[in-house]
């Protein structure tokens, strides 16, 4: 990115006082001193050039059939302490790639020029700076002029500009150049016109038109000429345009013209003037300047109409099989609803099903305002910002973001918020923390880099200040898993949103509520900012609410056993997804054993065998199984993740935690040969994932269980 070092500015001429109150952006400014030339490095910029800036918006290498391109309005230098202090008033222009989703008529973008056409701007901030300024281009009147040039790199043309329709966020697209209709109204020359101008009484056909607008001088001539056939000469007298042309007829004759969007025919049309005087009518012929020249024979000879019938056209309608086809997709619709309520249990379980997104998120109705006030005044100040949330898992933090952002695009629909961009990664599903600037990259611009490349430009994007740049936000979902050793990744993603070009806003979540402070260095923390936001487990009664909110009213649960399920639930862990798997079993089992399906009733019973079952799966009978010292070995690891908020630990920790835990229980402590052998057993019985390549304090030691299924069967043998 070029600075104010890397460019060299010169005024051309003295500057001069501009009125600015009819500029939104530079009204309120002072110390502003207007200028109507420069000279940029090796360019020489004046007021109405068309400039080619570098794209910062795409974050690629600056090329003609890319760039963003803007038209010179004003050039001046803001001495109000502010950098960049040399800057332009422009009018941005758009391509028509990028108003796909703008537009309420995309497929009209299609037909239009890719490379050279542009579409004139209504929606961005018009303030630029000179470091964005790359070269100078040319705005040329039509296509036909570029594809005559043999390099038109540089070389634009703008039929179209963009209009907002009511209060949306959908623009229509509006001709700059109106086609100009002309008609021809033949009559005869009364002894009142002024054949004064005349060359002399044999020169008998004269051409008069009522000249409406200054730009039409060239449509008129083209008109006559196609008639006369050769170019006339023209008179001019007011707003009255005559010219001579030679003889023809015996009869004089005047062809006037007249704009059809005229004032002067507004309340009645030349017919109704004729036919009110009692006079023929007169034939009207529209012509443009590319209509043919009329001939005689060409009203004489004809081509004669064939005597065949033309095959007979369809009468069916596309709107018609459009209709019919959304008539039966809601019959197909009413038919699966119905099947639903008739199968009972089988609908109910879809509904229980993790993956079903219900239409709202009881008992979070607190954090989804916090949450939202926080985005939706961070896009309307156009600012970057942090927000941590934290929770145990299934506490519903990622499914009330989620709800979040949907809600912020219905806003933005509505032209209640400015448009943004979203961005989403999940530290889950990426298999290197580096990876994460891939992910990003590839969301934003649709390509795949190299994460050096991407991390460039990245950097590019969130440093560089550009008026045309959205905002964005981006949700880190697992930030802990990003957490490596350098903690580099997660700098970086935290620190973009303090610069001032960025306008980059951070949705952070993970499970431990002190990572920072614990896991985090203090350069990386301090960029996180105190914006906090804490998901507690849900109690039994939320769980209950949650549970009947997807049941929607049915019968097929008894209450009883919706409530053991929250209890039993929440005196484990709070989680809502478990308490949601417990009832989609219960439901399986119910159905299984019913002879009268339809009917089936999910009782106390087959929640406790649900219960039963999940305490009798392999991990809880692995865990049951294992010795007192593998169990404290096990519980060290737990208590290791939760210290550090990292799910991969290292064994030195662990032991550190494992002597603790052995001297409160009464044990010996053991050396670190025996808990490196504990260690390789529970690796074998896969409760653990080891690191098999070190075998000493620094191995790598991963929890292949939940805390969930650990802490529910270490109850269990108490309670035995």
Not at 130 to 155: A, T
Not at 368 to 380: D, H, K, P, T, V
Not at 491 to 502: D, F, G, Q
Request: charged share 30%.
């Amino acid at each position: 990115m070029k600075t104010e070092a890397d460019i060299s500015v010169r005024w051309i001429g003295n500057y001069y006082d501009e009125n600015i109150h009819h500029i939104e952006e530079l009204k309120h400014k002072h110390n502003l001193y207007f200028y109507r030339k420069c000279a940029l490095n090796k360019l020489i910029i004046k007021q109405n050039d068309i400039i080619c800036l570098n794209d910062t918006v795409r974050g690629e290498l600056f090329s003609y059939e890319t760039c963003s391109v803007a038209k010179i309005l004003y050039l001046y230098e803001d001495t109000s302490n502010r950098t960049p202090i040399y800057r332009a008033s422009v009018q941005w222009y758009s391509r028509p790639s990028d108003l796909i989703r703008v537009v309420d008529n995309p497929g009209l973008l299609n037909t239009l020029d890719k490379n050279n056409e542009l579409i004139e701007e209504c929606r961005y901030s018009t303030e630029i700076s000179f470091d964005d300024i790359f070269d100078v281009g040319v705005m040329l009147s039509s296509k036909n002029e570029c594809l005559q040039l043999h390099k038109p790199k540089g070389r634009f043309f703008c039929n179209y500009k963009l209009e907002k329709i009511g209060k949306g966020r959908k623009y229509s697209l509006v001709n700059l150049k109106p086609e100009t209709s002309v008609k021809l109204i033949l009559r005869r020359v009364s002894n009142d016109d002024n054949t004064n101008n005349l060359k002399s009484p044999h020169d008998n056909w004269v051409v008069s038109l009522n000249k409406i607008n200054e730009n039409d001088d060239d449509l008129v001539l083209n008109a006559i000429e196609n008639i006369s056939q050769r170019t006339p000469k023209r008179i001019l007298n007011n707003k009255m345009h005559k010219y001579e042309t030679p003889v023809k007829r015996r009869s004089k004759v005047t062809i006037e013209t007249e704009n059809i969007n005229s004032d002067h025919d507004k309340d009645s049309s030349p017919e109704d003037k004729i036919k009110k005087s009692g006079k023929k009518a007169e034939k009207y012929v529209p012509i443009t300047p590319q209509t043919k020249s009329i001939s005689r024979r060409k009203s004489i000879l004809k081509t004669p109409t064939s005597s065949k019938t033309n095959t007979p056209r369809r009468s069916i309608q596309f709107s018609k099989v459009v209709e019919e086809y959304k008539y039966e997709k809601k019959n197909v619709k009413e038919k699966c609803e119905a099947a639903d309520e008739v199968l009972g249990l089988s609908s109910v379980r879809k509904r229980l099903h993790v993956s079903s997104v219900p239409k709202n998120l009881p008992c979070r109705e607190k954090e989804f305002r916090e949450i939202y006030s926080f985005l939706e005044g961070n896009l309307l100040d156009k600012i970057g910002g942090c927000i941590y949330i934290s929770g145990v898992p299934g506490t519903g933090k990622t499914a009330t973001t989620t709800e979040v952002m949907k809600a912020l695009k219905e806003q933005v629909e509505e032209g209640n918020l400015p448009d943004f961009e979203f961005v989403d990664i999940n530290g889950m599903r990426i298999t290197e923390p580096r990876k994460a600037y891939v992910e990003i990259y590839r969301q934003m611009t649709g390509k795949t880099v190299p994460w050096e490349q991407a991390y460039n430009l990245l950097n590019k994007r969130f440093s560089t200040p550009s008026p045309r740049l959205p905002s964005t936000i981006l949700v880190v979902d697992e930030l802990d898993i990003l957490c490596n050793r350098r903690q580099d990744v997660v700098y970086n993603i935290l620190n973009w949103p303090n610069l001032n070009a960025a306008r980059l806003i951070v949705v952070t979540i993970a499970n431990t509520m002190d990572l920072p402070e614990r896991v985090l260095m203090g350069r990386v923390s301090s960029r996180l900012g105190l914006t906090r936001l804490t998901f507690q487990p849900y109690s039994h009664k939320q769980l209950q609410e949650i549970v009947a909110s997807r049941l929607n009213g049915s019968d097929t649960f008894n209450s009883d056993a919706i409530q053991l399920v929250a209890r039993k639930v929440a005196a484990l862990s709070g989680d809502a997804r478990r308490a949601l798997d417990i009832c989609r079993r219960a439901s399986e089992i119910a159905e299984s054993e019913a002879s009268d399906k339809k009917s089936a009733l999910v009782s106390m019973s087959h929640v406790q065998q649900a219960l039963n079952e999940m305490i009798s799966c392999t991990k809880v009978r692995a865990i049951k199984s294992c010795s007192e010292m593998e169990k404290l070995f096990l519980q060290a690891v737990c208590m290791e993740v939760e210290r550090i908020g990292v799910e991969e630990v290292l064994f030195r920790g662990v032991y550190n935690q494992l002597k603790t835990l052995t001297t409160l229980n009464g044990f010996e402590v053991i050396s670190v040969d025996m808990a490196l052998a504990i260690s390789s057993r529970l690796g074998a019985s896969r409760l653990l994932i080891c690191e098999h390549t070190n075998k000493d304090i620094y191995q790598k030691i991963l929890l292949n269980i939940s805390a969930d299924d650990f802490y529910y069967a270490t109850q269990l043998r108490n309670q035995e």
